[in-house]
Antibody, heavy 121, light 107 residues
């Protein structure tokens, strides 16, 4: 079974750093892009960026470029999303999802279970 | 960025009803349109990809259609487990963008 399992919920203070993870199993981790998606009540679902674990090629949405860092450790089939200095506006649920292609089309499947990040003083 | 607009934002329906949700793109996206279902406290789950292809394991009462800028998701006979929020997503050009969601509630 193809599966993505994310790390647990986090509570942080503004200015702190954070790294959350997404571990893939049941498929060749290095041959599929892994994307990250933010969900908030106000803005809904937003695609943040993605990484190709095979060579660590990384792409960011312009809205998130410079705000987060996406990385991967292919030796343990894990992708990461990290912040160097959190803001209260980073409070959200973060999902990882595998980018799948077929016939020239692209979709996200499966998704991780989500990681709730709460940033509050 | 390509803007995705869903309508309605919410709807109430009876079990057994036929339900249609529409999604409009701000520019042509060919058939690069996906539909996801999200239940409370859960991650989105892929229903339809490439506008009209049913994801494996998804019941056949779900169907998708459209191309260019206008798309629809249809549930032919609404079941109790279908009450959820539905999102469209374009994968034509980066950054991939989502609709704001359509919440389907019990009437």
């Amino acid at each position: 079974e193809v599966q993505l399992v994310q790390s647990g919920a986090e509570v942080k203070k503004p200015g702190e750093s954070l790294k959350i993870s997404c571990k893939g199993s049941g498929y060749s981790f290095t041959t599929y892009w892994i994307g990250w998606v933010r969900q908030t009540p106000g803005k809904g679902l937003e695609w943040m960026g993605m990484i190709y674990p095979g060579d660590s090629d990384t792409r960011y949405s312009p809205s998130f470029q410079g705000q987060v860092t996406i990385s991967a450790d292919r030796s343990i089939s894990t992708a990461y999303l990290q912040w160097s200095s959190l803001k209260t506006s980073d409070t959200a649920i973060y999902y990882c999802a595998r980018r799948t292609t077929g016939g020239g089309r692209v979709w996200f499947d499966p998704w991780g279970q989500g990681t709730l990040v709460t940033v509050s003083s | 960025d390509i803007q995705m607009t869903q309508s309605p934002s919410s709807l109430s329906a009876y079990v057994g009803d036929r339900v249609t949700i529409t999604c409009r793109a701000s520019q042509s996206i060919s058939s690069s349109l996906n539909w996801y279902q999200q239940k409370p406290g859960k991650a989105p789950n892929l229903l339809i990809y490439a506008a009209s292809s049913l994801q494996s394991g998804v019941p056949s009462r779900f169907s998708g259609s459209g191309s260019g800028t206008d798309f629809t998701l249809t549930i032919s006979s609404l079941q109790p487990e279908d009450f959820a929020t539905y999102y469209c997503q374009q994968s034509y050009s980066s950054p991939w963008t989502f609709g704001q969601g359509t919440k389907v509630e019990i009437k």
